[in-house]
């Protein structure tokens, strides 16, 4: 991941309004895709995932598209509500045995 | 469910102090992971074990050092810290069979938040 410096990219939705998170990635041979969220003070916690194989996936009130044509990830979150208030880190991998590679986080605040 | 153990949870050092971090992964997870997140960073990959061996190396410092024990637990040894140290510490664990079966997402632990004065 690139780092951005101190100020992480922001991202101001109403509760209720449906989010989009976006992600790009650099090494065309990452295979698995995951999206992390990250509240203050704690630990990433899994989101969802996706393999390269696939260009959608679904989870309860997320989904996941993947474009490998120019290498982007995005996450959206439908019926955004506070509690997914939190920094949204996208990860990489290009292999089962290779590390996760993080790409710059994205903050979402969700306003009442 | 159990889920990965790291400790001391918060730590203040001086410079030129040492520091040990301890991660307890997730019962058969075989596999450890460690990670550095500066304020308002994404996290960077330090290193990596899997059955007690080194498996990966990222942007580690040689002032740290890192091993994985036969009960799979880890620790980050570092030395001669510096104010630059200062960040959140992230353990991370997985097993060899999960990822074989595809599964490749790591579980992440709470974090060290280690402070250098």
């Known amino acids: 991941g690139e780092s951005v410096g101190l100020h992480l990219p922001t991202l101001s939705v109403q509760e209720g309004d449906n989010s989009i998170i976006n992600c790009a990635y650099s090494?065309?041979?990452?295979?698995?895709f995951i999206w992390y969220k990250q509240e203050s003070g704690k630990g990433p916690q899994f989101i969802i995932d996706i393999r390269s194989n696939m260009d959608k996936r679904q989870g309860q009130r997320v989904t996941v598209l993947l474009n490998k044509t120019v290498k982007h990830l995005s996450l959206q979150i439908a019926a955004t509500q506070p509690g997914d208030s939190a920094v949204y880190f996208c990860a990489d991998t290009t292999g089962a045995n290779s590390k996760l590679t993080f790409g710059k986080g994205i903050t979402l605040s969700v306003r009442p | 469910a159990a889920g990965v153990i790291q400790s001391p949870r918060h730590l203040i050092k001086e410079k030129r102090e040492t520091a040990t971090l301890k991660c307890y992964p997730i019962p058969r997870h075989d596999t450890v992971y460690w990670y550095q997140q500066g304020p308002g960073q994404d996290p960077q990959f330090l290193i990596s074990?899997?059955?007690?061996?080194?498996?990966d190396k990222g942007s580690i410092p040689d002032r740290f050092s890192a091993q994985q024990f036969s009960d799979y637990h880890s620790e980050l040894n570092m030395s001669s810290l510096e104010l630059g140290d200062s960040a959140l510490y992230f353990c991370?664990?997985?097993?060899?069979?999960?990822?074989?079966?595809?599964?490749?997402?790591?579980?992440f632990g709470s974090g060290t938040q280690l402070s250098v004065l």
């Open positions: 090494n065309s041979a990452s295979d698995y």
């Open positions: 991370a664990s997985s097993s060899v069979r999960d990822r074989t079966l595809g599964n490749e997402k790591l579980f």
């Open positions: 074990f899997y059955e007690k061996m080194q498996s």
